[in-house]
């Protein structure tokens, strides 16, 4: 079965410095997809980040970008520029062969002014 | 507006009694999930449902049925059977293809008093 870890429940990031959340993965599946979700006080979960585990490239979305290491099992978000507007539940996911999304814990990201 | 709707956002039950939360999507998507969330345990899949008349137990299925006779409709129930059923529930759906992100409502606070 697969697992998804998020080994830091909480983290702490100053405004405008850049912060990274680590994922690790387990999965005997070669072919398979990772994603980072947002929650934010509000409570809807938001899409921050795909990634394809056949691509080599790491994923970017404007200030958001990943760091993908398909042999260490590993997919770390990293948020450059942080805002106040970051703060929240981070949730990393991963998607195999039956289609249905394997969560992690989840890791608070707090931004200070 | 394409998307997914959740009703009640805050529900309470006594002891004893069957409540059926709502979820509803308009995006044409074949597959739809409910998920529960507690306090430092990310989402837990309860059951999903990739066609009309066909769904799949997840991870934490006792205590909660469903039924998906509509593409557009997947209703759950929190039985009297569910021990501790207080939690907050999100509905999400994705188009059944392996790598979709899954849209998620904006979820309901399920209180037993």
């Known amino acids: 079965a697969q697992t998804v870890t998020q080994s830091q429940p909480e983290m702490s990031v100053q405004e405008a410095e850049t912060v990274t959340l680590s994922c690790t993965y387990d999965?005997?599946?070669?072919?398979?997809?990772l994603f980072w979700y947002k929650q934010p006080p509000s409570r809807q979960m938001i899409l921050v980040i795909r990634q394809e585990a056949y691509k080599q490239q790491n994923a970017t979305e404007n200030r958001f970008s990943v760091n993908f290491q398909k042999a260490a099992k590993s997919f770390s978000l990293k948020i450059s520029d942080s805002q106040l507007g970051d703060a929240a539940m981070y949730f990393c996911a991963y998607g195999g062969s039956q289609g249905n999304l394997i969560f992690g814990k989840g890791t608070k990201l707090s931004v200070k002014p | 507006d394409g998307g997914i709707t959740q009703s009640p956002k805050y529900l309470f039950r006594k002891e004893g009694q069957n409540v059926t939360l709502s979820c509803e999507q308009n995006?044409?998507?074949?597959?739809m999930y409910w998920y529960r969330q507690d306090p430092g345990q990310g989402l837990r899949l309860i059951y999903y449902?990739?066609?009309?008349?066909?769904?799949q137990k997840g991870d934490i299925a006792e205590g909660y049925s469903v039924s998906r006779e509509k593409k557009e409709s997947f209703p759950l129930t929190v039985t009297s059977a569910q021990k501790n059923p207080t939690a907050f529930y999100l509905c999400?759906?994705?188009?059944?293809?392996?790598?979709?992100?899954?849209?998620f409502g904006p979820g309901t606070r399920l209180t037993v008093l």
């Open positions: 999965t005997s599946e070669s072919d398979y997809y």
């Open positions: 995006l044409n998507h074949d597959a």
């Open positions: 999400a759906s994705s188009p059944w293809t392996s790598g979709n992100e899954q849209f």
């Open positions: 449902s990739q066609i009309v008349n066909d769904f």
